[in-house]
Each structure stands twice: as structure tokens, then as C-alpha cells.
């Protein structure tokens, strides 16, 4: 078991493309990291990095304080999952597990007596003599699993574990993986496209974007203060609510109506080289039905009124999309964002808002609506740099904020 | 749907009606000199396809002069030897070509495919003249050394194009599982390779097994002669005697060694063999 350093390491390749630049983490011991992000920004490429299959262009990357950037992987003691799950077809399934000790020239008694072991705590007793061919893609992601753990290795590597089973194993096997390192308490580094991977596994997680950091920290405190509009996009499902808002006499106007700002964020747009746009960002949960508010929580926010597209009543509560007027949002990060998701499921730079009001709302298609929105949680973002105007010393503070 | 199920039942039939015809112009040919292989000298040539009078002579005249028998040695010998080293040397390059991406790879392959193009016979001369000077000339190695050369090809193309087919995922996994690079290529993706190699070997072994060009222009004597060579130096028992029937006798008894041969490997060619190494 050890720490992970990552010091300023960067990947460039021949033709001159940088796929990671000066990631900087440091990956306690025994923690739990999920590298998240859209395709092609640079996260497996850093874990290969970790394992020795890729070489450092620069940096240094360190394993339990050893500078490790010229050892092969075998000489890394790290033990590593693959999306595919790799498994050696010509071996049966306790072949495959004892292979690295195989190779570690363990004597036949240990080994035996550690793939049993492991094969128990992955269920996989009943399955030993099998060979992969015969298994199911559930079991196979075990045997992959237990091929990983059999030797205690420093620690773990898993390049999207889980993303070739379907739905409902997923979900099922997320909580094998979280129990399970847990109980061996390795340092795990993840990577995962899926931001809910990332937010229900890892202690901490870090976004990429374009093979650099956008923001690491437990999942809560990405979700709650997003350094930028990246991040407040790419994490939480559905998406954040991404609005054009223009700066005009110390308010904001947007098609939910004149936002008022409070004395922090006024002053930080005086500044000469300030946006005159910008981008308004509120979760759709920050959103209720203006009938079930009460007069305290009303005071803190702000209402308005829109046609209602479509309902979807989850029973908890109800999914509510609304047609908004006005310019839509735009920035690069959108883009890229809308571009990984698929545009039907990226709602935030369009017309349409996503609000999550009570089931008790009896909001219906067809109507309008009078919805009230929380102040208090609403981002603004600068188009240009991405940078979340909202934050004081890296908490969202919204709109008021004196 | 009945119709249906009648037009395809009448095109199986039409398509094993051609099969079998295929077939049988493949195969009379062999058919009708394992029956005159078995003929008497007197019913040789009365045209009848199963012999009237059986007889076992013909065999026993190839197998008591010593010079069939020594060729069929330095056949074996030398087609063996020739398909083991061509088919590791190619192995090898195989999976260097289909693995690294080396400056000259390119060059490599487009080198070897033109060997395999190049016609054979205008290498006889040269080749005939370099081994006598260096003593290659009516040796066993004079005569391998030619095969791999030519077989090499063959071998780096079929095998490339299974190393291609093994996920690289395999290898990755056995390096993180603590192989060397040379340990993930015998323990992972050479037992992976396996029905790739076999198959080259086959083919190796044929090319091998049939030349004449080289065999006869290279050698001089029993030491080295190939049995498609020695075949047209057969003579009879006396220059009167015809030698047809102890021709076709040797040429029953050096097609065995193929078929075996095949046979052997064939049960190891079982497809599918990665299946289960990656996802579902």
C-alpha cells in the first residue's frame, strides 16, 4: 500500500499533441480517486501513465515516495483492471488469477491458497475451472477483479471497470467495487466517463478537460462549488440550467427576469476588463412550484412564469420542463459538454429548463406556471475564461452575496 | 415458405452435385496412380482403374534401392528443419510488425513481399554458383537456407494477421501482471497464436515438402536429393524395365507425410480461441 504522487506530469507525443499537461494530485494512501471526463481529455492516458504503460513526457510520478517514471510496470507493484476486462481465454479462471503470482514464483501452496481466498470474496469459488469463454460478462469483470487483488498489490488501477455491463449490473458491481476497497483499504485510481461513477465511488474526484485538471475534491464539494463551467456541467444528472444573462445597471437580465446582485459580484463586474455577459447557472433542483413556497423561503429567491413542455413524475417528485425565451447560452464548455452527451440529454445552453419541483405540485403540460428559483444557489460563470464569479474562497455564495 | 424451403433444399443439391464433381477431377488423377502404383508390370497399361491383378511389388522395389529411401530422409530432414526455423523467425517478425511501429517497418514488409514475388527461377544460377563456392552446394543447409528464405514471406503475412486479431489489452494486462516482454509473448500471446502458427507451418511445410526447382539444381547426390528429385532419376531394374509402377509407388508414398502431416495439425487450427478474452 502506498501514496500516488503526481508532480507537474505531462504526456506529449511525437506530432506534437499534449494529451495530459502538468497534472498535479497527490492520492493519499488508501483513497479512493476517480478520474472523470468526457472522451479524449486525457484520463486514461494519465492512468496509463500510472501503470507504466505509457511513458512521462515530464514530471515526476511517484509510488509510496519512489520515483517511478523509468521502472516497467511489473517493477511498479501496481495491479490494474482493463475495460475490456483482458482476461487470458486460454487459462481457466484460478490460471488467470494465479498468474501474477505465477510470476512472482510463488511455491503452489500460497498460490492456491490466495486465489481460493480471493475467489471467495468475489464469489468465483464455483467458477474456478472455467474457462472465460464460458462466463458471463458480470463474472468475467470478477475474475478480472480477482486477478487484480490476488497479489495485495501498492495499488489498484481501473480504466472503466464497469462501462461493458449493462444497466443493472452496473449498479450492482459499483457497490462490489466500493465494498471491496474498502475492506482491502488499496489506493485506487479510477477512471470513468460516467459522471454518476464518480460521484457515488470515489472519495475525491477529478475532472479533466482537454488533458488538464479542471477541479479535484469529494464529489459534494464539486457538485455544490464548481470552479468553472465545466464542471458545473459535466457533473450532476440532469445537467445544470445554463441561461444567456446580460449585465445592465448593477442587475442581471435574463429571460427569468432581472436577477439582482448582491455588493461582491457588483463590485467584481466594475472592474474595467469585466464581461458585460455572462452565463447563469441553477441546478434544477434549486427550482419549486411558486404555490408550495412559503414566505420565508420566497424572500430568498425570485419567481417567474413560463409555458410547461413536459412532466415527468418520478413519484419522489416530478421532473418539469419549461420553454424559456431569450438568447441561449454559449461557450466553448458547453459545447464540448452538449457534444459528449449527446444533445437530448444536455439540456443546460438550450431553451429548455430542467426543474425538479415537489410531487405535490400540480403543475400540468400545456399550462403555464409560476416557479420560484433560489438565489442563494444560482453560479454565474464568465463565458470567456469559464470562471465561476460566484465563489468566495471556493464556496458558491449565488447572486446576493454581500 | 414451402417454396421457399424447396428452392434451397434444390440448391444444396446443385451445389453438392458441383462439389462432388470438383472433387472428383481433384482427386482421379491421385486415385489413378495409387491403383497403378498397385498393378503388375504386365497389367500396367490394360486401362482399367481397379488393378486385376493386386500386387505390392512396387513398393517393395522403392524401398530396397537405397536411393528413395535416403531421399525421403533429406526430404523429411530438410522440409522439418526449414518450417521450424522459418516459422519462428517469422513468428517473430510477425509480431514485431504487428505490434511496434519501428522506423523500416514499412520497408520490411514491402522487402519481403517482394521476395515472395520474385521468380524462383532466375535465382537458380546465382544460388547454384554462391554455394559452390561456399561449400553450400548438395548440402542439407544448402537447401534450407533457400526455403526459409522463400518461406519467410508466407510466414510473416499469415502470422501478422493473427497477432493483429489478439486484443492488445492481453499483452498490457500480462506486463501489469509482471511479465517481461518476453514472458507475455510466450505465455500469453504465442499459446493465443497457436492456431496461426500451426497454419503457417502447413503451409511452410508444403511449399517445403514439393519444390523441385531448388532441389535439383542444388544437388548433385544422394547426400542432399529431395525426393521430388529423386523421382526423376528413377530408373528400372535393368534399362529395359519400365520404372512406371515403382514412380507412382513413390508418388503414394510421399504424398502420406502431407496428409499426416495436415491431419495432425488440423486438430489444433480450432477457431475461436480468443473468444472470452475481451468483453462479451
Not at chain 1, 159 to 187: I, Y
Not at chain 1, 215 to 243: C, K, T, W
Not at chain 2, 128 to 157: C, K, N, S, V
Not at chain 2, 269 to 279: C, D, E, R
Request: glycine letters at 8%.
Amino acid at each position: 500500500m502506498a501514496d500516488i504522487v503526481l508532480d507537474k506530469v505531462s504526456k506529449s507525443f511525437p506530432d506534437g499533441t499534449v494529451a495530459v499537461q502538468d497534472v498535479d494530485l497527490e492520492i493519499a494512501d488508501g483513497e479512493f480517486v476517480i478520474l472523470v471526463g468526457p472522451s479524449g481529455c486525457g484520463k486514461s492516458t494519465t492512468l496509463n501513465m500510472i501503470a507504466g504503460l505509457e511513458d512521462i513526457s515530464s514530471g515526476e510520478l511517484r509510488i509510496g515516495g519512489q520515483r517511478v517514471n523509468d521502472k516497467a510496470p511489473r517493477d511498479r507493484d501496481i495491479a490494474m483492471v482493463f475495460q475490456s476486462y483482458a482476461l487470458y481465454p486460454n487459462m481457466t479462471v484460478r490460471e488467470n488469477m494465479a498468474f501474477p503470482l505465477r510470476l512472482a514464483k510463488l511455491d503452489k501452496e500460497t498460490i492456491n491458497q490466495k486465489v481460493d481466498e480471493a475467489a471467495k470474496v468475489l464469489e468465483l469459488t464455483a467458477l474456478l475451472d472455467r474457462k472465460p469463454a464460458n462466463l458471463s460478462g458480470g463474472q468475467r469483470q470478477r475474475v478480472a477483479m480477482g486477478r487484480a487483488i490476488v497479489r495485495q498489490p501498492k495499488a489498484f488501477l481501473m480504466d472503466e471497470p464497469l462501462s461493458n455491463l449493462d444497466a443493472k449490473l452496473r449498479v450492482q458491481m459499483r457497490t462490489v467495487v466500493s465494498r471491496l476497497q474498502k475492506q482491502l483499504g488499496t489506493t485506487t485510481v479510477y477512471v470513468t466517463h460516467d459522471q454518476t461513477e464518480a460521484m457515488t465511488l470515489g472519495d475525491r474526484v477529478v475532472i479533466m478537460r482537454g488533458g488538464a485538471v479542471q477541479q479535484v475534491g469529494p464529489p459534494q464539494e464539486l457538485y455544490d462549488h464548481p470552479r468553472n463551467l465545466f464542471v458545473a456541467g459535466f457533473i450532476g444528472s440532469p445537467s445544470m440550467n445554463f441561461l444567456h444573462a446580460a449585465v445592465q445597471d448593477g442587475s442581471l437580465h435574463t429571460a427569468l427576469g432581472d436577477v439582482p446582485l448582491g455588493d461582491r459580484v457588483r463590485r467584481e463586474l466594475e472592474a474595467a476588463d469585466a464581461p458585460r455577459e455572462l452565463i447563469l447557472g441553477i441546478r434544477p433542483e434549486h427550482f419549486e412550484d411558486a404555490e408550495l413556497v412559503d414566505d420565508d423561503t420566497r424572500r430568498r429567491g425570485m419567481e417567474f412564469e413560463a409555458p410547461v413542455d413536459i412532466v415527468e413524475s418520478m413519484g419522489s417528485d416530478k421532473y418539469v420542463y419549461f420553454t424559456v425565451e431569450g438568447e441561449k447560452a454559449s461557450a466553448a464548455e458547453l459545447e464540448e459538454l452538449a457534444a459528449d452527451a449527446g444533445a437530448a440529454d444536455f439540456a443546460g445552453g438550450g431553451g429548455n429548463l430542467v426543474t425538479r419541483l415537489s410531487a405535490e405540485s400540480a403543475v400540468a403540460e400545456g399550462q403555464s406556471r409560476r416557479v420560484w428559483f433560489n438565489l442563494e444557489k444560482i453560479h454565474l460563470f464568465d463565458p470567456a475564461t469559464g470562471r465561476n464569479l460566484t465563489l468566495r474562497d471556493g464556496r458558491a455564495a449565488g447572486a446576493l452575496d454581500d | 415458405m414451402a417454396t421457399g424451403t424447396e428452392t434451397t433444399t434444390r440448391a444444396k443439391l446443385r451445389w453438392g452435385l458441383l462439389d462432388v464433381l470438383v472433387v472428383v477431377f481433384a482427386l482421379v488423377p491421385v486415385l489413378w496412380i495409387a491403383s497403378l502404383s498397385f498393378k503388375t508390370p504386365a497389367t500396367l497399361t490394360d486401362g482399367k482403374f481397379i488393378p486385376r491383378e493386386w500386387t505390392l511389388d512396387n513398393y517393395k522395389t522403392i524401398f530396397d534401392t537405397d536411393q528413395f529411401v535416403r531421399a525421403l530422409v533429406n526430404s523429411i530432414g530438410i522440409a522439418l528443419i526449414a518450417t521450424l526455423i522459418a516459422v519462428v523467425l517469422g513468428a517473430m517478425a510477425a509480431y514485431a510488425i504487428s505490434r511496434l511501429d519501428f522506423p523500416g517497418k514499412k520497408l520490411l514488409v514491402g522487402v519481403s513481399l517482394l521476395i515472395a514475388m520474385f521468380p524462383q527461377v532466375s535465382l537458380v544460377s546465382p544460388l547454384f554458383e554462391i554455394e559452390r563456392q561456399l561449400g553450400l552446394f548438395d548440402t542439407w543447409p544448402g537447401l534450407i537456407l533457400p526455403y526459409i528464405t522463400f518461406a519467410l514471406p508466407l510466414a510473416i503475412y499469415t502470422l501478422s494477421a493473427f497477432f493483429k486479431q489478439i486484443p492488445w489489452d492481453l499483452e498490457k494486462a500480462a506486463k501489469m501482471d509482471g511479465a517481461t516482454q518476453g514472458q507475455a509473448f510466450r505465455r500469453v500471446i504465442a499459446p493465443l497464436a497457436a492456431p496461426g502458427l500451426f497454419t503457417t507451418a502447413i503451409l511452410v511445410f508444403i511449399f517445403c515438402w514439393n519444390d523441385f526447382l531448388f532441389a535439383i539444381t542444388l544437388t548433385s547426390t544422394e547426400r542432399a536429393r529431395t525426393v521430388p528429385v529423386a523421382l526423376s532419376f528413377f530408373t528400372g531394374e535393368s534399362q529395359f524395365e519400365d520404372p512406371t509402377g515403382a514412380i507412382c509407388a513413390a508418388a503414394v508414398v510421399i504424398t502420406v507425410p502431407i496428409i499426416l502431416f495436415v491431419l495432425f495439425f488440423q486438430r489444433r487450427i480450432v477457431s475461436g480461441l480468443t473468444s472470452g478474452a475481451v468483453k462479451g
